[in-house]
């Protein structure tokens, strides 16, 4: 699993430098029909393949191909002193550190920044 979000994110990061290719239109299109992203098939280039992506984006991404929801109900426990207390940020940090997708050792998520 972890492959595979590598492997996207890396095709994805790739079209900022070239153009699109069908590989690139067919990797989005894979991750919209599992709900990954959002759904641009009918109009490819509002995929943004060549945007900058943030990291609270790619936690998005990686608890979906995880098959991980946000329950409503989580709490925050505070481990990262950057996110707001309960907001879908904050949850999705948490539980994805609670995962190991993330670390817990860091004490700031950095959500908003982009992935370098």
């Not at 590989?23 to 894979?30: H, L, R, Y």
């Not at 329950?71 to 609670?98: F, H, L």
């Amino acid at each position: 699993m972890k492959q595979f979000l590598s492997v996207s994110i890396v095709l994805l990061s790739a079209c900022s430098v070239f153009a699109y290719q069908d590989a690139d239109i067919t990797t989005a299109n894979s991750l919209a029909s599992q709900n990954i992203i959002v759904d641009q098939s009918q109009s490819p280039d509002k995929y943004n393949l060549d945007a900058k992506i943030l990291r609270q984006e790619v936690i998005a991404m990686a608890l979906k191909i995880k098959g991980i929801t946000l329950p409503e109900n989580y709490s925050c426990k505070g481990y990262y002193s950057d996110t707001k207390k309960n907001d879908w940020v904050c949850r999705a940090v948490e539980i994805a550190a609670d995962n190991g997708i993330i670390t817990r050792a860091n004490k700031q998520a950095n959500p908003t920044q982009y992935i370098t």
